[in-house]
């Protein structure tokens, strides 16, 4: 399959021709195979890396004692890891549904003629082009239980308002949510969006015609339309909170305590603050784990949606 | 499409005033927190601590903006941000050319030359773009340190165009699919060669692509805070990393309204390009997404 493969046939008829017409057809191949290359090392190679060090006894530096599967026996064991990993189901789950909602209402309330829409629009997707860090810092203020929205809401004259969030443990998760929802709800309106104007108009006039309502036609014929929509935004969204790491630094610092880790905090802390590099690496590998998890299946209909369409 | 609310009916007009109020109100919400950033970083200390997140500023002042760039604590130094900003600018410049440059030829080779194995190959590039960075972390560490590029400027221009390759590729692969192969097997006819049929005939029509390719990682490498804060030292990190040290540095008084103008001038470049280019930027996050 290496691209090498035809070249001895290349080579005897370059032999007989010329160096040149030798060189014009292994050019597509030579270009390539630096990008190959550096995949080849930098993501697999990494990866195998990562893994080998998560099956040895590291700590501040990496070393290749090997421990069999100690390392993971110990992530397991660890009450930190399974808030992380708690954390990642809650933060994940809330923010990828808010986000399909939010998204899908905006896109739909949007794709009614509306004067101005692309002034909307624009309003709805600015925070996603902005760095997670700023983010986390903005929200950081605004949540901020002394000065932040609560204080000015008990300055309205609503004294009992408590919104308290950053700085309660049970709590500081959601604060996460609420801050990645506001980055990323816009992108998935306008992936919707792009959906909702790609579907036939007449599909829409004749389900009208026979007098079926405006919800009705949304929810029985426009959203089975957008299924593909959906399994993307699904796909990029969980992707994005598996990574999560600028948003918890800026935002909750993975505190009050560990409250608000995630598994990317978690890794950081443990192989560069903690001199935990074998149990760091065990957790980036059950982090890689999770991608594998929601990509093979996605590939997987991406795949076979193509042999039959 | 949906022309059934627009009928002139009582009702239908109320439904309409409805949806407008809703979109409105919705905006005003996406946008509090950028205005209130703004309207933080124009006020004195003593007006933000007297409250009123929103309330608009009895006295502008630009001085916390100019201690943000100049003066603020970002850890032991008290530079401001400036040269934080300056080193983004110089990994961001040059990771930005070389891994576009490296995707266009890319896409053209596995589009217009493809060979045995080229999909295979395609598919392998485009794995980068899903794997968590988390896992690359440690090997690149030790990797910059044996190149010598450890805390360096250029290790992290090169970790940014390792990364990016994927994505590069894979936008410039989806848009030479769709440009006619007749053309090339016609200037292949011709005697063109392999770089001459790319700058004559492919590199002219790519004005598009390159300007979504251009724009996907300036914001990527720009926001990027995970590489920043792993691989970098104090002379080369970047404005991201500088922001998150400047608020969680405590020196005596907490400025609240330093810190909105340092996320400002952080936030300012993306905010700028998006604001130009929005068409682009949202084309190159759904060709990312998307798939091809």
């Known amino acids: 399959m290496t691209p090498t493969h035809s070249l001895p046939r290349a080579r005897a008829q370059a032999g007989r021709r010329s160096l040149s017409g030798f060189l014009e057809r292994a050019l597509p191949r030579l270009v390539v195979a630096p990008s190959l290359a550096v995949a080849l090392f930098f993501v697999y190679g990494y990866m195998l890396w990562t893994f080998i060090l998560s099956l040895t006894k590291s700590r501040m530096l990496p070393q290749y004692d090997f421990a069999g599967f ?3 026996a110990r992530l397991f064991a660890d009450e930190r890891w399974h808030v992380a990993a708690t954390n990642l189901v809650v933060f994940g789950g809330l923010f990828v549904v808010i986000c399909l909602v939010l998204g899908l209402v905006l896109a739909i309330l949007l794709d009614q003629r509306i004067r101005q829409e692309g002034a909307l629009r624009t309003i709805y997707l600015y925070p996603m082009a902005l760095s997670l860090i700023v983010t986390g810092v903005v929200w950081r203020w605004l949540l901020n239980p002394g000065l932040g929205i609560q204080a000015m809401v008990r300055g309205w004259g609503f004294e009992g308002f408590d919104f308290g969030w950053l700085v309660d443990p049970d709590m500081a998760i959601y604060t996460l949510v609420i801050a990645a929802v506001w980055q990323a709800s816009g992108f998935v309106m306008a992936l919707f969006l792009a959906g909702l104007r790609s579907i036939d108009d007449s599909l829409f006039k004749a389900a009208a015609l026979d007098g079926a309502s405006l919800p009705r036609i949304y929810w029985r014929i426009v959203l089975p339309c957008l299924r593909p929509v959906v399994f993307s935004a699904v796909m990029i969204l969980s992707h994005i909170a598996i990574k999560s790491f600028d948003l918890v630094m800026a935002l909750t610092g993975g505190g009050p305590g560990y409250a608000t880790d995630l598994p990317a905090t978690y890794m950081y802390v443990h192989t560069f603050t903690r001199g935990q ?8 590998i059950m982090m890689l784990c999770g991608v594998l998890a929601i990509l093979i299946p996605y590939l997987y209909s991406e795949l076979r949606g193509r042999k039959h369409g | 499409m949906a022309d059934m609310i627009r009928r002139r009916t009582p009702g239908a007009r109320l439904l309409r005033a409805g949806l407008y109020a809703l979109l409105i109100v919705a905006a005003l919400v996406y946008l509090m927190p950028l205005v209130v950033m703004i309207l933080t970083s124009l006020k004195p200390l003593d007006e933000i601590r007297a409250g009123g997140l929103l309330t608009l500023p009895q006295e502008i002042t630009f001085e916390p903006w100019i201690k943000a760039w100049s ?5 032991m130094r008290c530079e401001g941000l400036s040269g934080y900003f300056v080193n983004s600018i ?3 410049v040059p990771a930005v050319a070389i891994s576009t440059l490296i995707g266009a030829i890319n896409g053209y080779a596995l589009t217009k030359w493809r060979f045995r194995g080229s999909e295979l190959v395609f598919a392998m590039l485009l794995f980068g773009c899903f794997v968590p960075f988390q896992v690359v972390l440690m090997p690149m560490a030790r990797t910059l340190g044996w190149l010598g590029l450890a805390s360096s400027v250029s290790g992290l221009v090169l ?6 390759i994927a994505f590069t590729t894979l936008f410039f692969r989806n848009y030479y699919v769709s440009v006619p192969d007749e053309m090339i097997a016609a200037a292949k006819l011709d005697g063109a060669g392999f770089f001459r049929i790319f700058w004559r005939i492919l590199l ?20 990027d805070f995970l590489f920043g804060v792993a691989f970098a030292g104090f002379d080369s990190q970047p ?5 998150n040290n400047l608020v969680n540095t405590s020196t005596g008084v907490k400025e609240y309204n330093v810190d909105m103008a340092a996320a400002m001038i952080a936030a300012l470049p993306t905010l700028v390009v998006y604001v130009l280019a929005g068409k682009y930027f949202v084309r190159g996050l759904t060709a990312g997404s998307v798939k091809g």
Do not use: D, M
């Open chain 1, 70 to 72: 100690a390392q993971y």
């Open chain 2, 90 to 92: 110089r990994i961001v």
């Open chain 2, 71 to 75: 003066e603020a604590c970002t850890g």
């Open chain 2, 239 to 243: 404005v991201t990393v500088a922001l």
């Open chain 2, 159 to 164: 970790v940014h165009v390792v990364y990016g």
């Open chain 1, 277 to 284: 590099i074998g149990l760091g690496s065990a957790s980036a």
């Open chain 2, 204 to 223: 002219p029509v790519s004005g598009p692509i390159i300007t979504v390719s251009v724009i996907w990682q300036f914001t990527q490498i720009w926001n």
